[in-house]
């Protein structure tokens, strides 16, 4: 049977040198006989190794000038059938269609507070959003309260918290509980105590309780 140019293939090349794999139903007296590699001479150059199974011995085969073979060793004087080994490459292309969809929250600003005041923290809600948790957090970030978790109606979600102590770095927290990374936080804002109304009586200044004030 004469060369068969599929059953050549390279293992590895460097500085010039080439290392090749040749599998043949050929025996190996056949596969040394002169100009058995004469088909491959543009591809094995001289100095190549060839790795030869062929059907009674698994040799290793260097290449002389115009592509002919050494006497090479023989590695292994049993031989293996040669097998068949075929290979495809399926090429897929998806395409995906998409559509960009807008969602946001805005909360409203948050009116002067005084303790026990009732606050009613609304937000105008843009796109698909079902819910919204509402939580007043101090400056630490722990909750005055218990969240509340509300419907969207017509595009609006409003939660009622009743406003504790004076402090400052009070912020309102409204979240998606759907998608937890959409959500928005309030500035820092402050709840304080009523303004009080002074009265003079007979050149003194009274608290709205008749307390005179000492200045």
Request: glycine residues 10%; without cysteine.
């Amino acid at each position: 049977m004469p060369f068969l140019p599929s059953g050549l293939s390279a293992l590895t090349t460097a500085n010039g040198f080439t290392l090749w794999h040749y599998r043949t139903g050929d025996d190996r007296t056949s596969v040394l006989a002169p100009g058995y590699f004469s088909a491959a001479a543009a591809r094995l150059l001289p100095g190549d190794i060839v790795i030869v199974q062929a059907a009674d011995a698994t040799a290793l085969v260097p290449i002389r000038g115009g592509s002919i073979a050494g006497g090479g060793v023989t590695v292994d004087a049993a031989g293996f059938a040669p097998s068949l080994m075929r290979s495809a490459t399926l090429l897929a292309e998806i395409f995906l269609t998409t559509t960009a969809v807008a969602r946001a929250i805005v909360l409203d600003a948050v009116p002067a507070l005084s303790p026990g005041d009732m606050l009613s923290a609304g937000a105008t809600v843009t796109g698909p959003i079902a819910q919204l948790t509402f939580s007043f957090r101090r400056s630490d970030g722990s909750n005055v309260s218990a969240p509340q978790t509300v419907p969207v109606l017509a595009g609006r979600a409003v939660a009622g918290f009743l406003a504790p102590e004076p402090a400052g770095g009070y912020r309102l927290h409204a979240v998606d509980p759907a998608d937890p990374a959409n959500a928005t936080l309030s500035p820092p804002f402050a709840v304080t105590h009523p303004p009080r109304l002074l009265t003079e009586l007979g050149g003194r200044l009274l608290a709205e309780d008749g307390a005179q004030l000492v200045l």
